[in-house]
């Protein structure tokens, strides 16, 4: 029987959690943040939360919501966002409240992360474009990201880039997936789309008919019906 990723002739990537890191993790930072004002959070507590924020970062209802009411109030925005994580981590809504401001202020003053590739991706990216894969990067920012990608040494592998901003549209809708293919030259099925966010990057891949790949280095979602890889040296597999 053909194994159908064989067939792949384009691979395109997320950008933020897939080819960039944050270093720290926003994670560890809350979770210090938390810890100082007595809140000890259960690894159960954890992963619920990191999939909440998943979500909520997937274009969902509630972040197009929270936009438009704190759309000229950007600490507003994280003080609310702060809360609904801390409700994702098991903090009961009243205390939730209370905490946020202080937390959101603690994350402010501590979060400044560095941004940083995943192991083994530039041997990845060089080995692909060596056999002549269609390269992207397709991201749910609102502003193109190229000057980011040159900085981080990374345009030099790619043949386009879409920010869902330029065509206005987010995924997982489907339509910022017919645009990347559009640039791609690829159909569907010839296109494999690589992400780590569930919600936002396969389910939106898949619906839009492309070969979706989970990366999840911390097995966020151990039962996500698609190809999982936690690091990129597993891609090999997949595709070579």
């Given at each position: 029987?053909?194994?159908?990723?064989?067939?792949?002739?384009?691979?395109?990537?997320?950008l933020?959690?897939?080819?960039?890191?944050?270093?720290?993790s926003?994670?560890?930072?809350?979770?210090?943040?938390v810890?100082?004002?007595?809140?000890?959070?259960?690894?159960?507590?954890?992963?619920?939360?990191?999939?909440?924020?998943?979500?909520?970062?997937?274009h969902?209802?509630?972040?197009?919501?929270?936009?438009?009411?704190?759309?000229?109030?950007?600490?507003?925005?994280?003080?609310?966002?702060?809360?609904?994580?801390?409700?994702?981590?098991?903090?009961?809504q009243?205390?939730?409240?209370?905490?946020?401001?202080h937390?959101?202020?603690?994350?402010?003053?501590?979060?400044?992360?560095?941004?940083?590739?995943?192991?083994?991706?530039?041997?990845?990216?060089?080995?692909?474009?060596?056999?002549?894969?269609?390269?992207?990067?397709?991201?749910?920012?609102?502003?193109?990201?190229?000057?980011?990608?040159?900085?981080?040494?990374?345009?030099?592998?790619?043949?386009?880039?879409?920010?869902?901003g330029?065509?206005?549209?987010?995924?997982?809708?489907?339509r910022?997936?017919?645009?990347?293919?559009?640039?791609?030259?690829?159909?569907?099925?010839?296109?494999?789309?690589?992400?780590?966010?569930?919600?936002?990057d396969?389910?939106?891949?898949?619906?839009?008919?492309?070969?979706?790949?989970?990366f999840?280095?911390?097995?966020?979602f151990?039962?996500?019906?698609?190809?999982?890889?936690?690091?990129?040296?597993?891609?090999?597999?997949?595709l070579?």
């Open positions: 029987m053909t194994n159908p990723k064989k067939n792949i002739k384009a691979v395109l990537f997320d933020d959690g897939t080819l960039r890191l944050n270093q720290p926003s994670r560890d930072v809350f979770t210090e943040c810890r100082g004002m007595g809140i000890e959070p259960s690894q159960e507590d954890h992963v619920r939360a990191e999939r909440w924020e998943h979500f909520y970062f997937a969902s209802l509630d972040i197009r919501e929270d936009g438009k009411k704190f759309k000229d109030d950007r600490k507003g925005f994280w003080v609310n966002f702060t809360r609904r994580r801390l409700v994702a981590l098991g903090v009961h009243p205390k939730a409240a209370e905490l946020a401001p937390v959101s202020n603690c994350m402010e003053a501590n979060y400044k992360p560095q941004a940083q590739l995943p192991e083994g991706l530039h041997i990845l990216l060089k080995t692909l474009q060596e056999k002549e894969y269609v390269l992207g990067v397709v991201s749910n920012r609102e502003d193109p990201f190229h000057d980011e990608l040159e900085e981080l040494g990374l345009k030099v592998y790619f043949h386009f880039t879409l920010a869902g330029e065509v206005q549209s987010f995924k997982p809708d489907f910022i997936f017919e645009r990347a293919l559009e640039l791609a030259g690829t159909s569907a099925n010839e296109t494999m789309y690589i992400g780590d966010n569930y919600y936002a396969i389910v939106g891949s898949h619906r839009a008919g492309l070969v979706p790949v989970l999840d280095p911390n097995l966020l151990p039962d996500a019906e698609c190809d999982v890889i936690r690091s990129f040296d597993e891609l090999h597999r997949l070579l």
